[in-house]
């Protein structure tokens, strides 16, 4: 079994973000970390390898500095990373990211596709669906739990406070949860391979089926009108009432906001 993992490197949110004129984020001013449905993905991904013995390939595209993901991923026990950067990819929307990566991915052999559901500096969630129109493959999305049987892959689903149990054959994407796992340690062992595995860096010219038209800032068709950093709550609604009314006051609220 062939695994294709697309991951991404995030701003890590804590120490705040940073972004360029254009509204676009500054990515190379700020710290990074690998997104974390990513990464529960990628986790998925080698649970896959220690059962079955699938060679597990990690994707992302991004500045160069974003090789320190794929090399996180190898520590972990990815057995190659791709990196996918080019100047004329800056500024994609999720159109323009989904077209690079599956443009990317048409260069390797797969059964099975790995995402994240979402990214949190974007949390669109459309980039893995997007992957799998542009490849003509079917998608999973909410992974919660991953099982393989024969040439199919079975998933549970989430959905609201159940879950559905589908099944696709392969090649198949899924867009997997944090919650779908708990992500393993790097091992010394791991970080020392990362860093003698020679990372595979492409570019624009190893993109396969993907026109210049849908590439990086000028083939996205979502533009940011206005970007800022966390909007600081306000001081919320306050009410002095006695305990009855208290209780009629919040019930009240609930059923406004379809809690109740």
């Known amino acids: 079994m062939k695994i294709?993992?697309?991951?991404?490197q995030v701003p890590d949110t804590k120490g705040g973000v940073k972004f360029n004129p254009d509204g676009t984020l500054d990515r190379g001013a700020m710290?990074?970390?690998?997104n974390p449905d990513d990464k529960a993905g990628l986790e998925a991904a080698l649970r896959l390898k220690d059962e079955y013995g699938a060679e597990v390939t990690v994707v992302t595209m991004g500045l160069p500095k974003a090789e320190e993901v794929l090399r996180e991923a190898i520590a972990m026990g990815a057995d190659k990373g791709i990196l996918v950067t080019d100047r004329v990819l800056g500024g994609a929307d999720t159109w323009a990211t989904s077209q690079t990566i599956a443009g990317a991915i048409r260069n390797l052999e797969?059964?099975?596709?790995?995402?994240?559901?979402?990214?949190?500096?974007?949390?669109?969630?459309?980039?893995?669906?997007?992957?799998?129109?542009?490849?003509?493959?079917?998608v999973i999305s909410y992974a919660q739990k991953i099982?393989?049987?024969?040439?199919?892959?079975?998933?549970?689903?989430?959905?609201?406070?159940?879950?559905?149990?589908?099944?696709?054959?392969?090649?198949?994407?899924?867009?997997?949860?944090?919650e779908l796992n708990e992500p393993r340690y790097m091992t010394p062992g791991g970080i020392f391979d990362a860093y003698n595995t020679e990372i595979t860096v492409w570019g624009r010219a190893n993109l396969v089926d993907v026109e210049d038209s849908n590439l990086g800032l000028k083939g996205s068709p979502t533009q940011i009108a206005k970007a800022s950093d966390k909007v600081r709550k306000g001081a919320g609604e306050k009410v002095n009432l006695d305990p009855t009314e208290s209780v009629n006051y919040?019930?009240?609220?609930?059923?406004?906001?379809?809690?109740?």
């Open 147 to 178: 099982q393989i049987e024969g040439d199919s892959v079975i998933v549970e689903r989430q959905y609201d406070d159940r879950y559905h149990v589908l099944k696709a054959k392969m090649p198949c994407l899924i867009t997997a949860l944090a």
């Open 31 to 34: 710290l990074a970390i690998m």
């Open 250 to 260: 919040i019930i009240d609220k609930l059923k406004v906001k379809h809690v109740i």
């Open 110 to 138: 797969y059964d099975l596709i790995i995402t994240g559901r979402q990214a949190i500096d974007g949390d669109t969630a459309q980039v893995g669906p997007q992957i799998s129109e542009h490849l003509g493959i079917p």
């Open 4 to 8: 294709v993992v697309c991951v991404k």
